[in-house]
């Protein structure tokens, strides 16, 4: 059976990467993923003065529970999300004068409620252009925590940003949630602060978090299940199989239960204890879905939808429209480039069955539009992509390790 080995979760490397840097004592990361995003978030902790030593399996941070090492710094946030939410929440901890900026793709998307939430906590924070965007400074004295009011209808990292703050103020926080999406990630960031020795208690729609600190340890990240959805779809719609170790019952990640959807479509699936496997049975069924917490899989299930034997509707993914490009407006574009007949609404998209014919793909610069309809170029040859390079984002290796399992299983993958 193929065995597909998926580069690390770019979320839970963020992630350790903010906690490592935060920790009494030095961490080491073990496969920690190797990508634009990630490179770029380990950059701007060396922009912000800790020491970040990288090999390749393995990179070890010099934890300063104090904060920043410089007193002033710059930091280009590239188009990572993650750098530029839990970077500058990172800074605000320390004491210094740090300004935040990022790519134009980046620049679009939203910081306001956690921006807002930072004021509100004391923290000295100016955005520069636009508000609620960056570029953005902040004139760091520390936090002294306490409560705080934050919507994360629009994103999960807002939360976990705050989450990740709570142990260097010096009150510790307690986080009223008034909405949230991607509730997933939010248990990820919790199971991983425990790993530092951190415990978060939750008070109905109140998180609680100690002050107190963390402390390093060596934290070995797992595959990304995002990543790894793109692999579980090809074997469902091409009748194949494909096992990805390292994710099991035991993942952190809810963007594993994409598989519980091409179950319900149809494929044969294996959770094991380190390992999953989805086998592709020649039928796929047409569902209706809310993809509210596992939003960054809507694209791939979208892209394999067109082979259902019914209609397969997707609701409860308004966040979509707020990622690297309106990603449900994308996945609509693109299916009626390929001839497929679609329906969208604020929230939802439904597509109906049929059969692609070739077309380009337009990417918007979003490693999961390309990433999802190379899966679509199993069943259609002739698929390309205006900008197959912007896969390097979380994957810089993802056409060559496409393209290899499906010449192992004797299939011209799309064109790149």
Request: aromatic share 6%; proline share 6%.
């Amino acid at each position: 059976m193929p065995l597909v080995d998926i580069p690390g979760s770019k979320s839970v490397t963020a992630r350790a990467l903010f906690l490592a840097a935060a920790a009494d004592g030095v961490t080491t990361l073990v496969r920690p993923l190797r990508s634009d995003d990630t490179e770029g978030f380990a950059e701007g902790l060396a922009r912000l003065g800790y020491r970040v030593g990288r090999t390749p399996d393995t990179w070890q941070v010099d934890g300063r529970p104090q904060g920043p090492a410089l007193p002033e710094a710059d930091v280009y946030c590239r188009d990572g999300a993650t750098t530029a939410r839990f970077l500058p929440t990172l800074a605000a901890a320390g004491h210094g004068s740090y300004r935040f900026d990022a790519s134009e793709q980046m620049r679009r998307r939203p910081l306001a409620p956690l921006t807002r939430a930072l004021r509100d906590l004391g923290v000295d924070l100016r955005h520069e252009a636009a508000e609620g965007h960056h570029p953005l400074r902040i004139e760091a004295a520390g936090v002294e925590g306490g409560e705080v009011t934050l919507d994360a209808g629009q994103s999960s990292q807002y939360l976990t940003a705050l989450l990740l703050l709570g142990p260097l103020t010096r009150k510790g926080l307690r986080i009223r949630v008034t909405d949230l999406v991607s509730a997933p990630y939010v248990e990820i960031t919790i199971a991983m602060m425990r790993s530092f020795g951190v415990e978060v208690a939750r008070e109905g729609d109140t998180f609680v978090v100690p002050p107190g600190g963390y402390r390093a340890t060596t934290y070995a990240v797992e595959p990304d299940a995002s990543t790894a959805s793109y692999f579980f779809a090809a074997a469902a719609v091409t009748g194949r199989e494909v096992t990805v170790p390292g994710l099991g019952r035991g993942a952190l990640q809810g963007d594993l239960g994409f598989v519980d959807v091409l179950r319900r479509m149809g494929a044969d699936v294996e959770v094991g204890e380190d390992r999953t496997t989805v086998r592709g049975t020649g039928r796929l069924r047409g569902l209706t879905v809310a993809m509210r917490d596992i939003s960054d899989t809507m694209p791939t299930l979208a892209a394999v939808a067109p082979f259902a034997s019914g209609p397969v509707r997707i609701e409860d993914v308004a966040n979509t429209r707020v990622k690297e490009c309106d990603r449900l407006d994308a996945c609509a574009e693109n299916l009626r480039r390929l001839g497929i007949e679609v329906a969208t609404g604020e929230d939802w998209i439904e597509i109906r069955p049929g059969t692609p014919v070739p077309a380009e793909i337009k990417t918007y610069g979003d490693h999961r539009v390309v990433m999802s309809f190379a899966v679509t170029g199993l069943r259609t040859p002739g698929i390309s992509f205006d900008d197959p390079g912007c896969v390097k984002k979380t994957f810089p290796g993802f056409h060559e390790a496409f393209g290899e399992l499906a010449a192992g299983w004797g299939i011209p993958v799309a064109g790149a």
